[in-house]
């Protein structure tokens, strides 16, 4: 169900009986209520007029809210992680780096953001922080919910290889204000709109 509504395939808006939705997954209830549960947790759910649990939509002012938010915790990690990441973690964004690198070449746009995500939970962990990892791990699904109905510049993903290089070389150095600016030009700039696209998905 998760998959269904970052993806699109669960519009904002849709309504998820929670019989209905057993009975299309051949399966209990039980289940059913633990993960929409779960999914209302995380805030991909809300509570619809009629108590039902429906699709969570964003909307312009959530969006200028969830980039706020996590380009907070973002600063936090990338800023401690100039001073305490390891070579060999170092190496290992490096590896995620070359992995995008193949994956934007194919034009394999899911894979590329799920090597996204690893990389900047990566500089996160690397900092050794508790809470802001966790907290970016719960906007993960936001992030990707921001992507849906955008249509993006053609080549926009090596731009994004780009800007992650530019943040590592930063932390390599041990350069907290050039990773820091680096971040800042990749975080507003994530989008990568080229226009309104209407009935689009992906």
Do not use: W
């Amino acid at each position: 169900m998760r998959a269904r509504v970052l993806t699109g395939a669960l519009r904002a808006g849709t309504v998820l009986p929670e019989t209905a939705v057993a009975e299309e997954l051949g399966i209990s209830k039980t289940p059913v209520r633990q993960a929409l549960r779960a999914l209302l947790q995380e805030g991909l759910l809300e509570v619809g007029p009629r108590r039902q649990l429906v699709v969570s939509g964003v909307s312009v002012e959530h969006r200028h809210e969830l980039v706020q938010v996590r380009e907070a915790l973002e600063r936090i990690a990338v800023a401690q992680a100039c001073h305490v990441m390891s070579v060999d973690e170092i190496d290992q964004l490096r590896i995620l780096l070359r992995r995008q690198k193949r994956a934007a070449e194919a034009n394999d746009e899911e894979t590329f953001i799920d090597l996204d995500e690893e990389l900047h939970l990566a500089i996160a962990a690397g900092a050794r922080l508790r809470v802001v990892p966790r907290l970016l791990t719960q906007l993960r699904g936001f992030v990707r919910l921001m992507r849906l109905g955008t249509a993006r510049y053609e080549g926009h993903l090596h731009q994004v290889v780009d800007e992650h290089e530019a943040i590592v070389d930063g932390l390599e150095r041990g350069d907290e204000g050039a990773a820091l600016e680096a971040l800042a030009i990749h975080l507003h700039k994530s989008e990568y709109v080229r226009r309104p696209a209407a009935n689009v998905i992906g």
